[in-house]
T-cell receptor, first 114, second 115 residues
Framework: GQQLNQSPQSMFIQEGEDVSMNCTSS?????WLWYKQDPGEGPVLLIA?????ELTSNGRLTAQFGITRKDSFLNISASIPSDVGIYFC??????????????FGSGTQLTVLP | NAGVTQTPKFRVLKTGQSMTLLCAQD?????MYWYRQDPGMGLRLIHY???????AKGEVPDGYNVSRLKKQNFLLGLESAAPSQTSVYFC??????????????FGPGTRLTVT
């Protein structure tokens, strides 16, 4: 099946710093999604990307759908304490009649130090 | 809108016991999913449903059964719980239009421990 490699696995940064994380896949996706999960909660959608090359922002978050359709990155600018959590990438390959399943990366644990 | 809700939030089972997890969504979504999340791993799909009365296997379906009798509900059953099924279970739902499926929305999770 499809494999997603998400890196880094964990990050410790100072408040105010910028953060970058990425995902690469062994095969192509039509859609890339980025989720954030707080402790004890379900993942919450941050950004959805639907076209190769697409660059989308949501406040301090920016994500890009790689031109090869096999990768995506997420940047967080000027980090704040509430950015702490686990960030997941997810890829979806949808075709007519397909299962439309999401494949998740293993997550990036972000810690923001005051 | 409550979005996606899950019942119960926590449960402890003994090996061999059975239980059903309930997922409900009020967004009129066609697609519903059950995932499990284990430490250090992303979410893995157990079963999913593309509409009322239909279900399909995901990546890790063994030991689980599901039913989708109503569009808004998706049930996950464990007939004979095993310690390997200790995990956090998440339900999700999504809207689907034609050949494109929109992003999935997740419930808060059910933490299950099997002793």
């Amino acid at each position: 099946g499809q494999q997603l490699n998400q890196s880094p696995q964990s990050m410790f940064i100072q408040e105010g710093e910028d953060v970058s994380m990425n995902c690469t896949s062994s095969s192509i996706f039509n859609t890339w999604l980025w989720y954030k999960q707080d402790p004890g909660e379900g993942p919450v959608l941050l950004i959805a990307l639907y076209k190769a090359g697409e660059l989308t922002s949501n406040g301090r978050l920016t994500a890009q759908f790689g031109i090869t359709r096999k990768d995506s990155f997420l940047n967080i600018s000027a980090s704040i304490p509430s950015d702490v959590g686990i960030y997941f990438c997810a890829g979806q390959l949808w075709t007519s009649g397909s299962a439309r399943q999401l494949t998740f990366g293993s997550g990036t644990q972000l810690t923001v130090l005051p | 809108n409550a979005g996606v809700t899950q019942t119960p939030k926590f449960r402890v089972l003994k090996t061999g016991q059975s239980m059903t997890l309930l997922c409900a969504q009020d967004m009129n979504h066609e697609y519903m999913y059950w995932y499990r999340q284990d430490p250090g791993m992303g979410l893995r799909l157990i079963h999913y449903s593309v509409g009322e009365g239909t279900t399909a296997k995901g990546e890790v379906p063994d030991g689980y059964n599901v039913s989708r009798l109503k569009k808004q509900n998706f049930l996950l059953g464990l007939e004979s719980a095993a310690p390997s099924q200790t995990s956090v279970y998440f339900c999700a739902s999504s809207f689907s239009s034609g050949s494109q499926t929109y992003e999935q929305y997740f419930g808060p999770g059910t933490r299950l421990t099997v002793t």
